[in-house]
């Protein structure tokens, strides 16, 4: 077995967030009189970050006080509706337990938030050996850097050459060859294959039930 760890993102790979993170940037939207914006818009907006969606969700001429403001606003509403409608997608919950069954460690690595990323995480995959999120105030970059997988790597006392990377988006992408790993781009998530293809992706997964193969073929 060459990967004894794999590494998930969380947002449009393990769980669909998109409703409740729609949701809580238009509520903070709507408190400052600003547009709403539509879930295709936050789809796009995402993977970088609380700070990074809620800057590209509000207007442009928003002053750096305000929109600091705007951002912890929006990391509170988040917190208090994270788990409206979000869901595992569909097969996950057992991927985790096969990749367990195989002897396989499993990390999550998120820029979501770390006190959302911790919560859901424990609600939805409890047997998940480590989950890490955003936590730039102890000097631990955000994704695309390598920091946050290397923290995780080391958690879990693995090398880059004995764990692979799983994600849905560019960022993902970056984010493991920075860190010296392949990554699995699934299809199901909030990016398409095409998108993912011009970023560079090493392998693609398009359902949860086919991602054993997937990962076998990488170890090839």
Not at 4 to 20: E, M, N, P, Y
Not at 24 to 44: A, F, I, Q, Y
Not at 52 to 67: E, G, Q
Not at 83 to 95: I, K, N, Q
């Amino acid at each position: 077995m060459k990967y004894k760890a794999v590494l998930f993102d969380l947002d449009g790979t393990l769980l669909d967030t998109l409703s409740d993170l729609t949701y809580s940037v238009n509520l903070v939207l709507t408190r400052h009189g600003w547009p709403t914006r539509t879930e295709d818009e936050v789809r796009r907006f995402v993977g970088n970050g609380a700070a990074k969606l809620m800057m590209r969700s509000m207007p442009d001429d928003v002053d750096a006080d305000t929109a600091n403001k705007a951002i912890d606003e929006y990391r509170a509403v988040y917190l208090e509706n994270r788990e409206r409608s979000t869901a595992p997608y569909d097969g996950v919950c057992d991927l985790i337990d096969r990749l367990h069954a195989d002897g396989r460690l499993v990390g999550v690595v998120s820029n979501k938030y770390f006190k959302s990323t911790d919560a859901l995480c424990k609600k939805f995959f409890p047997t998940v050996d480590f989950a890490f999120g955003e936590m730039e105030e102890c000097s631990i970059r955000r994704k695309p850097y390598p920091d946050m997988v290397e923290k995780v790597m080391e958690e879990l006392g693995v090398t880059s050459d004995e764990s692979i990377f799983v994600g849905d988006s560019e960022t993902d992408i970056e984010t493991a060859h920075n860190a010296h790993m392949k990554c699995i781009s699934v299809t199901w998530g909030f990016r398409d294959r095409e998108t993912l293809e011009k970023a560079g992706a090493d392998y693609f997964a398009d359902s949860a039930a086919s991602f054993d193969e997937i990962l076998r073929s990488a170890e090839r």
